[in-house]
């Protein structure tokens, strides 16, 4: 059974810093793209980051680039999204998400997500 | 880059009817070298992550009711619930994964009536 937990959620204030981890099992980590997908409270959904299988590649939406850095550690099953000088409007439930497919920008269908942890930037 | 719009927004309909939600791209998502549409359709219910409903635009994922349904091509797509239960009271997103960043619409409401 294929599984995603978030975590490293929290309180931060604007212009700090957190890194959220997502723990994958179920499956073969290192053969499959993944992304990052946020929420903001009463908000539809928006797509952050994505990491092909190898770490290799990386893909960010504009209004994070140059300050979140997705990453992945394929010996422990763990996906990253380290993010800097946060903001207000970055407040939202962050999602990890499977990809069925192993890379490329075009990309496959995110069939797999975890809960979500919850990111609050404020003073 | 891809946006994605969604119409309506929301949306009441009777139980046992149909629903359908549109889901328009900027660009073409149909990629010709292998004739398919990255278009994928999520519903979500309230305090839960979102779900895979449909992707390639008419392929239902594994252990959906076949009351859900797919169509479209190149920046036109629809999402048909033939007949409502209640249960599929939620939230539904399209999003596109032909090019980064892969964007969604903004949402559609389903409610009953």
């Known amino acids: 059974e294929v599984q995603l937990l978030e975590s490293g959620g929290g309180l931060v204030q604007p212009g700090g810093s957190l890194r959220l981890s997502c723990a994958a099992s179920?499956?073969?980590?290192?053969?499959?793209?993944m992304s990052w997908v946020r929420q903001a409270p009463g908000k539809g959904l928006e797509w952050v980051s994505g990491i092909s299988g190898s770490g290799g590649s990386t893909y960010y939406a504009d209004s994070v680039k140059g300050r979140f850095t997705i990453s992945r550690d394929n010996s422990k099953n763990t996906l990253y999204l380290q993010m800097n000088s946060l903001r207000a409007e970055d407040t939202a439930v962050y999602y990890c998400?499977?990809?069925?497919?192993?890379?490329?920008?075009?990309?496959?269908?995110?069939?797999?997500w975890g809960q979500g942890t919850l990111v609050t930037v404020s003073s | 880059d891809i946006v994605m719009t969604q119409s309506p927004d929301s949306l009441a309909v009777s139980l046992g009817e149909r629903a359908t939600i549109n889901c328009k791209s900027s660009q073409s998502v149909l990629y010709s070298s292998n004739n398919k549409n990255y278009l994928g359709w999520y519903q979500q219910k309230p305090g839960q992550p979102p779900k895979l409903l449909i992707y390639?635009?008419?392929t239902r994922e594994s252990g959906v009711p076949d009351r859900f349904s797919g169509s479209g091509s190149g920046t036109d797509f629809t999402l048909t619930i033939s007949s409502l239960q209640a249960e599929d009271v939620a939230v539904y997103y399209c999003q596109q994964y032909y090019s980064t960043p892969h964007s969604f619409g903004q949402g559609t409401k389903l409610e009953i009536k």
């Open positions: 179920g499956f073969s980590f290192s053969s499959y793209a």
């Open positions: 390639w635009a008419s």
């Open positions: 998400a499977k990809r069925d497919d192993s890379s490329g920008s075009r990309g496959g269908k995110l069939d797999y």
